[in-house]
């Protein structure tokens, strides 16, 4: 690597004695890197032109790839500080759309207002699909609720939060509080895909229970399941973090459902072994820290 970089500076600087002296080498140490990659290349790489040291035909490619190289290298040197440096770099992220939708905004916000320097790179998609982008090495970790299964000595699991599921219902429903299974059932079900991690978690829970729901409709987007459910269309069960603020605003009721235990766990996933840059070390942390605050009663 030293004979291409010394080479570059020869052509560049037009110099043998120039190019000694940016490097901070002798002429002689200088005229000796430049012979040895001679003998590598089996081809003359300089000639003279009156005073000045100019490439051959052959000089003037390895120039260009030296160029490249050289280029490259500093790219990464430039990578790694940044790696190794907490306050700049970047994040690569993955979360769930529950996740992405309700949990992750503010988070971000004030981690940029305290840190600007950090950027992120941030997918959102089905747990399935996150979990392999985490395998394939894309994401360096990822936010997603309990509900796909994860292979354990692929990935390390750290659990974030625990979120309890609620029976979501239009705000003028005949009771609040708590109610039956067998009362719930009798309602139309406005439920999450089949694809989701939540609807797996809520079918895995109910066929512990011997019962399967056969959904009025199936919707791939939260935002949409609550409104139909506001309009009166059906039921759901949801994320209480979901439907806090509806719940609050008194557009949506909840019911707790006797005998049936809904809390899920939001995790964190990365691959086993996985080392993360400084800056993401940063943001998990924050991360953590911001989950503690939340009010999710």
């Known amino acids: 690597m030293e004979k291409l970089r010394t080479f570059y500076y020869v052509v560049k600087l037009k110099s043998l004695t120039k190019a000694a002296e940016q490097l901070a080498l002798t002429q002689p140490a200088v005229s000796f890197q430049i012979k040895s990659l001679e003998e590598e290349c089996g081809t003359k790489l300089l000639t003279r032109s009156g005073k000045k040291i100019v490439p051959t035909e052959a000089g003037r490619v390895v120039f260009s790839y030296a160029e490249k190289i050289l280029a490259l290298i500093e790219e990464l040197h430039l990578t790694l500080m940044n790696c190794c440096d907490p306050l700049v770099g970047k994040v690569y992220l993955g979360a769930s759309i529950l996740a992405s939708t309700y949990l992750l905004p503010s988070i971000l916000g004030q981690f940029r207002k305290l840190y600007p320097g950090i950027h992120f790179e941030l997918k959102v998609r089905y747990a399935s699909e996150l979990l ?22 692929t990935f390390e699991i750290e659990t974030l939060l625990q979120d309890k599921l609620v029976f979501v219902v239009p705000s003028d429903w005949k009771v ?7 009362e719930v059932l009798k309602e139309n079900f406005i439920l999450p895909e089949p694809v989701s991690a939540l609807r797996k978690y809520i079918d895995r829970k109910l066929e512990e229970l011997g019962v399967h729901i056969e959904p009025y409709i199936e919707i791939g987007n939260i935002e949409v399941v609550k409104k139909l459910v506001e309009q009166g269309f059906g039921c759901s069960i949801l994320p209480y973090m979901s439907v806090q603020e509806e719940v609050r605003n008194g557009k949506l009721g909840i019911c707790k459902i006797k005998d049936l235990d809904l809390t899920r766990n939001i995790l964190l996933v990365k691959k086993q072994n ?5 800056s993401e070390e940063l943001f998990t942390k924050f991360l953590k820290q911001q989950i503690a605050t939340l009010d999710l009663d």
């Open 132 to 153: 392999q982008l985490v395998y394939e090495g894309e994401l360096s970790f990822v936010i997603m609720g309990e509900g796909s299964r994860i292979n354990n000595k």
């Open 274 to 278: 996985k080392v993360l840059a400084a």
């Open 176 to 182: 609040l509080g708590e109610t039956r299974l067998e």
